[in-house]
């Protein structure tokens, strides 16, 4: 059964950066779908940036595009994102998901993710 681990979560001013790591273990990673979700207070948990299984074909949310990159490395069994040009919507915590049977494709609403880490705040404030 995969375990997912989040950290590297913290406090930055707008403009700043930050990456989050996702560490997995009892499975290999790069065999399942992976995503970035994130979760603001009062709001519905959104899709950020997702991995398709086995294939370097990424997906990113508009309002993060040119800002944030998704990564993996497969020999640490981690996924990373990579978070410039923070601003201060970005604050939530985000958590990275995985599932399985998504094929080429990775963009799937959260209730197909069946794989959860336990989440990272991000604050981005002055």
């Known amino acids: 059964q995969l375990q997912l681990v989040e950290s590297g979560g913290g406090s930055v001013p707008p403009g700043g950066s930050l990456t989050i790591s996702c560490k997995a273990s009892g499975a290999a990673l790069e065999d399942y779908a992976t995503m970035w979700f994130r979760q603001a207070p009062g709001k519905e948990r959104e899709g950020v940036s997702c991995?398709?299984?086995?294939?370097?074909?990424?997906w990113y949310a508009r309002f993060v595009r040119g800002r944030f990159t998704i990564s993996r490395d497969n020999v640490s069994n981690t996924m990373f994102l990579q978070m410039n040009n923070l601003e201060p919507e970005d604050t939530a915590v985000y958590y990275c998901?995985?599932?399985?049977?998504?094929?080429?494709?990775?963009?799937?609403?959260?209730?197909?993710?069946?794989?959860w880490g336990q989440g990272t705040q991000v604050t981005v404030s002055s």
């Open positions: 998901a995985a599932t399985i049977g998504l094929g080429r494709l990775c963009l799937s609403p959260a209730r197909d993710y069946t794989m």
């Open positions: 991995l398709v299984a086995n294939r370097p074909y990424t």
